[in-house]
């Protein structure tokens, strides 16, 4: 089966623009999750699909992100506008089940940086 | 706050041993795993302990002490393919999975 798969992989944007990363996860996989790690620190949770609705969004920093899952498939999330201490890897990660027991697959990540 | 400590970096020598541990702070707690991160690659889940004790998947075992809050990724037999980060994490319940800064493993010729 394919992966989780990111776009971009890295993106370079100015403090103020706004950027949106995507994600698409396995098919089939219900639970859809964004990570993000910023500067070497652990991997932060960020929010938590089912389907097309948010289960969990206690880990968002702020009302400048903004996640979709649109038909419960691929999920966009948005900074806007993105300031410097956004910069960091942001994972997105799907499961079929419980994410512990079953285990989380990944994608490769998008490197953004804003300057 | 919920947390996970792992030391930031460990080195080995090519064949030996190599223990990584981790011990967690967290208001609920199902299970730990630990995932293996080449760098600029996607982590990858290793295993999962829910229950006390030692599981064994070829070169790697990971084991888990509930009453200790404390568990740790033994790797053996090291390869140059195992220089990675390896992170903890643990299930607290809700379908929420919290991890650790990450491992930084180098491996010597």
């Known amino acids: 089966e394919a992966g989780v798969t990111q776009f971009p992989s890295h993106s370079v944007i100015e403090k103020g623009q706004t950027v949106t990363l995507r994600c698409d996860p396995i098919?089939?996989?219900?639970?859809l999750y964004w990570y993000r790690r910023v500067m070497g620190k652990e991997i932060k949770f960020l929010l938590h699909?089912?389907?097309?609705?948010?289960?969990?969004e206690s880990g968002m920093p702020n009302n400048r992100f903004l996640a979709e899952r649109t038909g419960g498939t691929y999920s966009t999330l948005k900074v806007q506008p993105a300031e410097l201490e956004d910069s960091g890897v942001y994972f997105c990660?799907?499961?079929?089940?419980?994410?512990?027991?079953?285990?989380?697959?990944f994608g490769s990540g998008t490197r953004l940086t804003v300057v | 706050g919920q947390s996970l400590e792992q030391p930031s970096e460990v080195t080995a020598v090519e064949g030996a041993i190599v223990q990584i541990n981790c011990t967690y702070q967290?208001?609920?707690?199902?299970?730990l795993s630990w995932y293996q991160q080449h760098d600029g690659g996607a982590p990858t889940f290793l295993s999962y302990?829910?229950?006390?004790g030692l599981e064994e998947t070829g070169r790697f075992s990971s084991f888990l002490s509930r009453s200790d809050s404390y568990g740790y990724l033994l790797l053996q037999e090291l390869q140059m393919k195992d220089s990675a980060s390896y992170f903890c994490?643990?299930?607290?319940?809700?379908?929420?999975?919290?991890f650790g800064a990450g491992t930084r493993l180098f491996v010597k010729a």
């Open positions: 990660a799907s499961s079929r089940g419980q994410g512990g027991y079953y285990g989380y697959t």
């Open positions: 098919s089939g996989h219900d639970n």
């Open positions: 699909f089912v389907k097309e609705s948010k289960q969990d």
């Open positions: 967290t208001s609920g707690f199902y299970g």
């Open positions: 302990n829910a229950l006390d």
């Open positions: 994490a643990a299930s607290t319940g809700g379908f929420k999975t919290i």
